[in-house]
């Protein structure tokens, strides 16, 4: 091979437009500009996830909304009627509704992302684009239906409000943008560290399933806080999905009670889940494809 040829292919070598390169750090600001690029492809997943998931249906998106009004309608039956258990002076509708709706999008973004690596192995293994995109682009899908939810909740909101309902809102309503990333970030995190286990122990798919119908039991969705017994107190305070569901509550119905204690960790347990979820799922995804 001649000079000319030699000096050629160098030029060339130098004018990639995309170079690919083993990741050294989980995520960096390098990483950061590359999903920025990819933000076409996230759009694209929200649309095959949504198109996917109500292709062939009677009421399409509708059943974002009629799965919490017929949950709410059975807790207010069993849990307000038959139980007799307290909502803290807040109307039915509202409390079951609230708790419903976070709860179920806490639980969609976890269960979208635990699946990541089993439900995209086949794009996974032909095609290189960065993978965090999935993630990304599932707990947005998520938001959405939550702000279809939220915006079905307002409508019986400012209806009880119009009827002398004892809600009392505060200015804090503003922050729950703010609480949907918190819910959000737990919720991937969670399933982020449950798609990197997966791969190697399958099993834990069905754990999940079973210990998420536990801990809605656990979460103050069908009570408030203030009605658990005292000697179980500790177990809301590690549980991360006490604090940010109670507080809904004090903000929008002016009701409940939350310890700073419990707020701070759970934005603890979230910060650390969604820091090991990036770490588990960078390294997982190098070499998942060999135990898929």
């Not at 690596?117 to 032909?126: A, C, L």
């Not at 959405?144 to 200015?171: D, E, N, R, T």
């Not at 190697?200 to 754990?207: C, H, I, S, T």
Request: hydrophobic share 45%; with cysteine.
């Amino acid at each position: 091979m001649d000079k000319n040829t030699t000096k050629a292919t160098e030029k060339d070598d130098e004018n990639w437009d995309l170079i690919l390169q083993p990741k050294v750090r989980s995520l960096d600001s390098k990483h950061i500009r590359e999903l920025i690029r990819y933000r076409d492809l996230i759009l694209l997943f929200i649309k095959r996830d949504f198109t996917t998931q109500y292709k062939q249906t009677v009421l399409g998106p509708l059943w974002y909304l009629v799965q919490p009004l017929v949950t709410t309608v059975c807790y207010t039956f069993v849990f307000g009627k038959l139980a007799n258990i307290g909502t803290d002076e807040v109307p039915y509708m509202l409390f079951y509704f609230a708790g419903t709706m976070l709860w179920t999008y806490f639980t969609g973004v976890l269960n979208s992302a635990a699946g990541i690596f089993s439900s995209n192995s086949g794009i996974f293994g032909k095609v290189y684009f960065p993978r965090l995109t999935v993630p990304i682009s599932t707990t947005v899908g998520q938001m959405i239906k939550l702000a279809l939810q939220f915006m079905c909740l307002l409508v019986f909101y400012f209806y009880f409000i119009f009827k002398g309902a004892p809600v009392h809102p505060s200015w804090k309503v503003c922050l729950f943008p703010l609480l949907v990333l918190w819910i959000g970030f737990l919720g991937c995190g969670l399933g982020m560290i449950v798609s990197s286990l997966t791969t190697k122990y399958r099993d834990l798919n069905q754990l999940l399933g079973f210990g998420l119908s536990l801990a809605m039991y656990a979460t103050p969705i069908v009570y408030p806080l203030s009605q658990a017994p005292e000697k179980f107190q500790w177990f809301f305070y590690i549980n991360p999905m006490s604090a940010p569901i109670e507080l809904f509550r004090i903000w929008f119905y002016g009701a409940g009670h939350v310890p700073v204690t419990m707020t701070l960790i759970s934005l603890a347990v979230t910060g650390l889940c969604f820091f090991f979820g990036l770490i588990l799922f960078n390294k997982n995804e190098r070499t998942f494809v060999d135990v898929i």
